[in-house]
């Protein structure tokens, strides 16, 4: 399949095997490798013919892949593994912890400068499609105010971080918008509402035997970046609840920005752009492998470093050409 873009995927979670039924549905990729830190043996990758290995041989595999497509967690691996393979390929992931992406755009800058690879973080729907919805609203609508909603879902960066704490077995978190807030918003009030106004966090946790319970809700509702800042309900469940209630990845959300327009007659004006999603990593795998497409391009340019979706043209994320677009679309 000469001509495709060849996708490495490193890490084989849920965001990984995404990132795999993405590379599927868009014909100008296909899947090169797949890199797991478990035992490549213990792994049965959907794509038949596509070969897993160690992640720490994913370097002396540089011949064999065009772009990789990072899925480990915001939490603790990707501040460490995005910069580090940015050294040897052109990579994208998903980093999520807003407060943390100007800290690790400058790691992987330098990494990727320094090798001449290209890179895209915080690539998914927020950080991603939401931050260019708010880029375009506030651009557009200068007099007015953002409004970012999440959810109801499964927030899979928290959940993974209330799964590192000592004591858990397994946990899911759900994001809830508070129906007043979003009313108030969509009826052009332009109120000013904090952090803990607008959403409520509800964590479902499996505990290990043993483990102090106590100690475990205390470190979630303290978690700065994570559950400082809202209101948050902790529940303990066993497994087979988790299974059975849980075991989707749902979410969504809204990025609303109200703002007037006009001189002395004044309009009001409601941009919202909305998202509701059947699972979570599922469609941010898709949003990944089409920056995944853009950064093969800008890479083919001599572009090299690291962009966000800010730096991305759309054109770069569309498989048709650029005359096709402006015939079809425009």
């Keep these: 399949m000469s001509g495709h873009i060849r996708i490495g995927i490193y890490g084989y979670g849920n965001l990984g095997k995404g990132v795999e039924c993405a590379v599927k549905q868009n014909p100008d990729m ?5 890199f797991t830190r478990r035992d490549p043996k213990s792994l049965s990758v959907l794509t038949e013919g596509v070969g897993v290995y160690r992640a ?17 967690g915001s939490a603790t691996d990707l501040p460490t593994q995005t910069p580090k393979l940015a050294r040897y390929f052109h990579v994208i992931d998903s980093f999520d912890t807003h407060a943390k992406i100007p800290e690790h755009f400058a790691a992987v800058d330098a990494a990727a400068k320094e090798s001449g690879k290209i890179a895209v973080i915080s690539c998914g729907w927020d950080p991603g499609m939401f931050s260019l919805n708010r880029l375009y609203a506030g651009a557009i609508l200068p007099r007015g105010c953002d409004y970012t909603f999440w959810g109801k879902g499964v927030s899979q960066g928290h959940s993974d971080a209330v799964r590192r704490i000592p004591g858990v077995a397994d946990a899911r978190q759900y994001t809830i918008p508070v129906p ?66 849980h075991s989707g ?53 001599g572009q090299q470093g690291c962009k966000t979706v800010f730096d991305v043209a759309p054109a770069y994320l569309s498989p048709l050409d650029k005359e096709t677009l402006r015939r079809s679309m425009l």
């Design 180 to 245: 007043e807030a979003l009313e108030r918003v969509r009826s052009g009030e332009n109120p000013k509402l904090s952090t803990r106004q607008k959403h409520t966090r509800e964590c479902f946790v499996v505990a290990e035997e043993g483990a102090d319970r106590a100690r475990i809700e205390e470190e979630i509702k303290t978690m700065p970046n994570y559950f400082a800042d809202y209101d948050t309900t902790v529940h303990f469940i066993d497994a087979e609840e988790m299974r059975e209630e």
């Design 56 to 72: 720490e041989d994913a370097a002396a595999m540089q011949d064999k892949v065009d772009v990789m497509i990072l899925c480990g």
């Design 30 to 34: 296909e899947l090169a490798a797949v």
């Design 249 to 301: 990845i749902p979410h969504g959300g809204f990025v609303i920005r109200s703002g007037r327009t006009g001189w002395e007659e004044e309009y009001g004006n409601v941009i919202e752009y909305s998202l509701k999603l059947d699972s979570n990593p599922a469609f941010t795998a898709s949003v990944l492998a089409a920056y995944a497409r853009a950064a093969y391009r800008m890479a083919k340019e």
